[in-house]
C-alpha cells in the first residue's frame, strides 16, 4: 500500500486499524516500522498521529512515542454520556422546531437494515459496517440543523464506533436496533418528544450493556 500524503488515506488507513483492533490498545505505533509497510515518510505520518490525537484515537508520550488509546469502562461511559445528551437534545430542538418527519433518518435506517452481517475480516469492510449502524444517530443529530451539534457528534464518532466494535455483529442485536429505531422516529412523527427521548435513552443503556470491556 502506497500514499502520497495524509489526505491520501493515511489517517483512514490508521483510524480503521484502531477502530478494528488491528492496532491494539496500548500499543505503540511505531513510525518507521509504519513508514517502511506503507512507503510514506515521517512528516506525513506525526500529522496522521496528531490528528488522530484530535479524536483521542491515540495519546503522543513526549520523547517515548505515540501509542494507541486503552479502552477502559469510565471512559466508554462518558461517551455514551455525551452522545445521550446530544441525541436527546436534538429532540428538543425538533420538538421547538415542530419537526416531525425525518427522511434522511428513514433513509438511514432503511438502508441499515439491507445491510448483511459481515463475513469477511477486512477492517475497511467491517468499519464501513460499523458506519452504517451508527448512521441512524448521525442522520438523528444532523437532522436538528444545528452544526455545533453535529460537530459535537462527530467528535465522539470514532471512540463510539471504536467501542461499538468490541462486540459481533448479529442478526438478533440488528433487528433490536432496528425496533428501536423505528420505535423513535414513530414517536417524533407523532409529536411524542418526551417518549422519544426515553427510548433514545433505553437504547443507549441497553448499547452500553452489550460491550465487552469490562
Keep these: ?12 488507513y490508521l483510524r480503521v486499524h484502531i477502530i478494528n483492533g488491528t492496532f491494539a490498545p ?21 500529522e496522521a498521529f496528531r490528528l488522530l490525537e484530535n479524536e483521542q484515537l491515540v495519546k503522543s508520550v513526549p520523547r517515548k512515542g505515540c501509542y494507541v488509546k486503552e479502552l477502559s469502562l469510565e471512559d466508554c461511559k462518558e461517551i455514551f454520556q455525551v452522545r445521550e445528551m446530544i441525541e436527546c437534545f436534538a429532540v428538543d430542538i425538533f420538538r421547538t422546531k415542530g419537526i416531525t418527519e425525518l427522511p434522511e433518518v428513514i ?3 432503511e438502508k441499515t ?3 448483511p452481517i459481515p463475513k469477511s475480516t477486512d477492517p475497511f ?23 455545533w451539534l453535529s460537530y459535537c457528534f462527530q467528535s465522539i464518532f470514532s471512540c463510539l464506533a471504536r467501542y461499538r466494535s468490541t462486540y459481533e455483529p448479529s442478526a438478533g442485536l440488528s433487528m433490536h436496533s432496528s425496533k428501536d429505531h423505528e420505535g423513535v422516529v ?15 435513552r433505553s437504547h443507549n443503556q441497553w448499547a452500553f ?6
Excluded at 500514499?3 to 493515511?10: A, L
Excluded at 496500548?26 to 506525526?46: C, D, M, T, V
Excluded at 450493556?209 to 469490562?214: D, F, K, N
Design 113 to 115: 437494515a439491507q445491510l
Design 125 to 147: 469492510e467491517k468499519y464501513e459496517h460499523l458506519k452504517a449502524i451508527l448512521s441512524f444517530h448521525v442522520k438523528l443529530v444532523e437532522s436538528a440543523a444545528n452544526s
Design 1 to 12: 500500500m502506497e500514499f502520497t500524503g495524509v489526505k491520501d488515506g493515511m489517517v483512514e
Design 209 to 214: 450493556s452489550l460491550l465487552e470491556i469490562r
Design 26 to 46: 496500548g500499543q505503540k505505533l511505531n513510525e518507521i516500522e509504519l513508514g517502511n509497510r506503507l512507503n510514506i515518510s515521517r512528516a506525513p505520518l506525526r
Design 107 to 109: 433513509a438511514a435506517m
Design 186 to 200: 414513530k414517536l417524533i412523527k407523532e409529536q411524542k418528544y418526551n417518549e422519544a427521548k426515553d427510548l433514545l
